[in-house]
């Protein structure tokens, strides 16, 4: 697909009070009970001594506050969402938000890295900044981004997430918004575990963890440690009627159908040269494919392979995370603290046999016994009437599809650990600091097995080496199978330093009844380093099956100075109340291309009466370019495209015809989709060392409503708008886009949207992994998100009880959702006019995954003393086709995606006071993508169609949007004491 970032834009979450979704109470006290910790959740504080102060920080802020109204809208997830989804990995709970479209998933097998990240609103997995108790947490890779895999889900006590810029606050990535996991302390032991499996028995993953934490030296300090083993079976795509095929040919002009790739096991044969074909197979069209028949071949007539079946649908998954937390009063309030965190994470992907394609000089007399004698007669003729002088060899387009290997098999090890320390305490009655250091550092080891050595695949044609046999299906021995094979083997190595220190605290005020004024001034300095390490036969290009990449290493840091200001103006003491608030961040970094850059914002909270609070916020927010961008060394990709130049309708504009002539398509060809039968083309990425800074520009405006008629009543409205300018991305906005700019738009051979693909398409007019275009990466696009969002949140007790004695039962409700007006990505800020606009929108050309433009989830809980009974609503609405130069409905495809609903149940018991056993269903009416009938073969039970062909991002659907495992099982038990 398209490596376009903008995905979707959802909400964000607009709420003060805490989600209301309640499970059984269990006695645990988390790091947000004390008001020197960092960060401290949103929550009603029950059971408080009435008229008692609790001074809290909030996300988006460093100020310690009396109050939880904030300029900021923040969602805010509690653990209960955790439990009663039967969530083990955070990924579950966090990408059916409104505000986040999914990113890098357990559904991600081609493309994917074996990661999980979040995509707030879209705008990219790198311009969203994601923290762990209110401080920065480890990154991956040289793309600086967060694995939310290495979250211990179960020792979450809620998750905040704050859109908009938090640049001003949290410094650079801060550009989208900031998700705040905040672990919590636990007292005593607690331990427990879950299994899930689908009702098809697939799937199993199961969970055992176990945790310890105490108080000590009279309450002066407090720790937990935890361990946790997690694992995950992998799904097949051959596990669903739905993926077990892959569709396509709606982009050849042909009507949906089992589809696949054209290079097949038999192996296929193109000639190019200017041998006479007269009296050949391949005088029809310049093609042809061998038998089942080994040496004999035939006109290649359409045939396809089908790769789904043994593609991950889930991909397989062991971790095992330990780590822990403490803190210690050493006298007079001062507290020294630290925290540590270790992940060893297992994921692998599976990919069909290698497709060896390309160019190869073939060695008549080598493959002579491989041949029929009239098949090799043939090759003799093209050879001896070409005007190449060679009597011996002949050069062929070869693809061979080389099943006798085996499947591809990536894995990928990632060791991970991040160790803080820190000290924090009063420097006067109203004023505090904090200092903290910490280290991160990721390394991981990825090998790949079935690749094929192109060097040993040609030195077996041209008679150098051992001959080998691709002339057929089964025709490699074992022997030719070691003598091509080669395993590669890369690796990354990532670290994070930050030193950080901060003063806050409050003093005077201006009267007319208002809080003091807090402030907050600090200062920090951060280091970033990463590098790949691919082994030689990667970064020399010989390996084929995985993409080949070359080296990438570099480093940077930057120096910070920032401040706050919360200024309370009035407050009568009858809900008459009026605040201000502002931050500024001045960063100096030692990339010569950034320098020094400002973030800053502003806002305002306003209440004329208890039950009313309006505000507003504005941001300037920046984010400077990250390791792989400015270093990455060059990679092959082969991203999901359509060839204009392949496209019979280019026939019918000159300009574009002749642009694809001059660019190297011979000119019988224009229009010939056979020049690209794939719609994955090679394409060639990497850094650019002379990237800027991203600027964004962050309005929010919105309404929080507390009825005093309806008490546990709290509803939000939100509105936003996200503005990103000179935002890094592929030139043009990815390869798909580059080269629909080219040919269909700017129309010019000298434009630097048309340069990476003159002079590098092969003898036919196609693009080829021997000399694939490199489009780069620029800071030449606009992002724009627009959107309204909604919360409401009610908790009431019912006057009747069903597990308990006494009429103590609760009904909680709660909604989330999102209106999305706008999705806008402008590839390039030079042609404002081509704006790719996806709100509401799906697809591989411009908007990548679907961006419905209504999105929610709700649960509605019966809680009933020990017993707590919840339903969860799923929505996602209608999305329609991003492309207008494909009509997939007249093929038998889809236009549109219609609104999907899913149903969840969870029940939850106490059986003891220690002991707590919860069960659920997911996808309780059990809808999958498809049709009840497809060509005559059932693909799916489920009557709405989600089902796609050359649209698809993976699996015939969007499998990361959509659920694709069906009716799905958890029980979980949870025991403390």
């Not at 809980?861 to 929505?875: K, M, Q, V």
Request: aromatic share 10%; with cysteine.
């Amino acid at each position: 697909m398209s490596n376009r970032f903008n995905k979707a834009a959802l909400l964000s979450g607009g709420a003060i009070a805490a989600m209301a979704l309640a499970t059984p109470a269990l006695a645990q006290q988390t790091m947000e009970d004390d008001a020197t910790d960092q960060e401290t959740a949103i929550q009603t504080s029950e059971g408080a001594e009435e008229g008692a102060t609790t001074r809290v920080t909030i996300t988006g802020s460093r100020i310690v506050r009396n109050d939880l109204d904030t300029a900021a809208p923040i969602a805010v997830v509690q653990d209960e969402e955790f439990k009663l989804s039967g969530t083990v990995n955070a990924e579950q709970v966090i990408n059916t938000l409104p505000q986040v479209i999914p990113g890098t998933t357990a559904f991600s097998n081609n493309p994917g890295n074996g990661t999980t990240d979040l995509n707030l609103r879209g705008l990219g997995q790198n311009r969203n900044l994601v923290l762990v108790n209110g401080r920065r947490y480890m990154f991956y890779d040289p793309g600086q981004i967060t694995d939310i895999n290495t979250i211990p889900t179960f020792l979450v006590g809620s998750v905040d997430v704050v859109t908009g810029g938090a640049s001003a606050v949290y410094g650079s990535d801060a550009i989208a918004g900031v998700t705040n996991f905040k672990l919590r302390y636990v007292d005593g032991i607690e331990a427990g575990g879950q299994y899930s499996i689908t009702e098809r028995g697939d799937g199993a993953r199961y969970n055992l963890f176990s945790a310890l934490g105490a108080e000590f030296d009279d309450g002066r300090g407090r720790a937990t440690v935890y361990a946790e083993y997690y694992n995950r079976e992998g799904v097949f795509q051959g596990d669903r009627a739905f993926s077990n095929f892959a569709l396509g040919a709606e982009s050849f002009g042909e009507p949906m159908q089992q589809f696949g790739s054209s290079t097949l096991p038999n192996g296929v044969i193109r000639y190019f040269g200017d041998g006479n074909r007269a009296g050949t197979e391949f005088a029809a069209n310049r093609a042809v494919v061998f038998d089942d028949t080994p040496g004999e071949f035939r006109t290649r007539t359409g045939d396809t392979y089908n790769y789904a079946p043994v593609n991950y649908l889930m991909i397989p998954q062991e971790r095992y995370l330990i780590g822990g937390h403490a803190e210690y009063d050493i006298g007079n309030g001062h507290t020294v603290y630290s925290e540590m965190s270790y992940a060893n994470n297992r994921v692998q992907q599976e990919l069909a046999a290698t497709p060896v394609t390309g160019d190869f000089i073939v060695n008549l007399a080598a493959i002579q016994p491989f041949l029929s004698a009239g098949d090799f007669a043939q090759l003799q003729q093209l050879n001896a009437t070409e005007t190449d002088g060679d009597p011996d060899n002949i050069e062929l387009f070869l693809q061979r599809r080389t099943v006798e290997t085996g499947s591809r098999n990536s894995l990928d090890e990632r060791n991970a650990f991040r160790i803080l320390t820190g000290v924090n305490g009063p420097l006067t009655d109203t004023f505090s600091y904090d200092l903290y250091y910490q280290y991160a550092r990721t390394r991981n080891a990825n090998i790949q097995e079935g690749n094929i050595s192109r060097s040993a695949f040609q030195a077996g044609l041209d008679g150098s080496a051992t001959p080998i046999n691709i002339f057929g299906p089964g025709t490699l021995t074992p022997d030719m199978v070691d003598q091509i094979s080669i395993r590669a083997q890369n690796g990354d190595i990532s670290t994070l330093q930050v030193v950080s220190g901060v003063i806050s605290g409050t003093f005077g005020n201006l009267g007319m009844g208002a809080d003091d004024l807090g402030i907050a001034l600090g200062t920090e300095y951060r280091k970033v380093a990463a590098q790949f390490i691919p082994d030689t036969a990667l970064s020399s290009g010989d390996v084929i099956g995985f993409n080949a990449g070359n080296p990438t290493e570099g480093s940077y840091d930057v120096t910070e100075v920032f401040g706050e200001l919360n200024l309370p103006i009035i407050d009568n003491g009858n809900g008459l109340t009026l605040d201000v608030t502002g931050a500024a961040r001045y960063s100096d970094y030692s990339l010569e291309n950034v320098g020094g850059v400002w973030a800053y914002a502003g806002g305002v909270t306003f209440s004329p009466i208890d039950d009313v609070t309006f505000r507003g916020q504005y941001q300037r927010a920046v984010r400077a370019p990250n390791i792989g961008e400015l270093f990455g060394g060059q990679f092959i990709n082969f991203p999901g495209a359509q060839d204009p130049c392949a496209d019979p309708a280019i026939l019918g504009d000159a300009t574009a015809v002749a642009l694809c002539q001059a660019t190297g398509v011979p000119a019988g060809s224009v229009g010939d989709p056979g020049i690209q039968l794939n719609t994955q083309i090679p394409a060639l990425g990497g850094g650019n060392p002379d990237l800027q800074e991203e600027v964004s520009d962050s309005w929010t405006a919105g309404v929080v409503l507390s009825p005093s008629f309806a008490p546990g009543l709290n509803i939000t409205v939100d509105w936003y708008n996200i503005q990103i300018e000179d935002a890094i991305a592929t030139l043009g906005g990815g390869f798909a886009n580059a080269i629909n700019l080219c040919y269909r738009v700017i129309q010019d051979i000298n434009s630097a949207y048309c340069q990476p693909f003159n002079g590098t398409r092969a003898a036919n007019g196609a693009i080829t992994v021997a000399n694939p275009p490199l489009v780069s990466l620029a800071n030449a696009s606009l992002f724009e998100v627009e959107g309204v969002d909604f919360q409401v949140d009610y908790g009431t007790p019912v006057p009747f009880s069903i597990f308990s004695a006494e009429e103590d039962a609760r009904l909680n409700f709660f909604f989330l959702g999102t209106h999305t007006i706008k999705s806008n990505f402008t590839p390039v800020d030079a042609l404002p006019d081509e704006v790719d606009r996806c709100a509401g929108k799906f697809g591989v050309a411009k908007c990548g995954e679907p961006t419905p433009e209504w999105k929610w989830t709700s649960r509605l809980s019966y809680i009933d003393g020990p017993a707590t009974i919840s339903l969860r609503w799923r929505h996602i609405g209608e999305v329609t086709d991003d492309d207008d130069t494909i009509d997939y409905a007249a093929f038998g495809g889809l236009e549109t995606l219609e609104a999907t609903d899913y149903f969840d149940l969870s029940f939850a018991f106490d059986i003891t006071e220690s002991f707590t056993l919860s069960a659920g269903v997911n996808n309780l009416f059990d809808k999958l993508p498809g049709t009840p009938q497809f060509n005559g073969i059932l693909v799916s039970n489920a009557p709405n169609s989600l089902l796609l062909g050359d649209n698809q991002e993976q699996a015939n659907t969007y499998p990361s949007t959509y659920d694709v495992l069906g009716r799905d099982f958890f029980i979980s038990a949870r025991m403390q004491f």
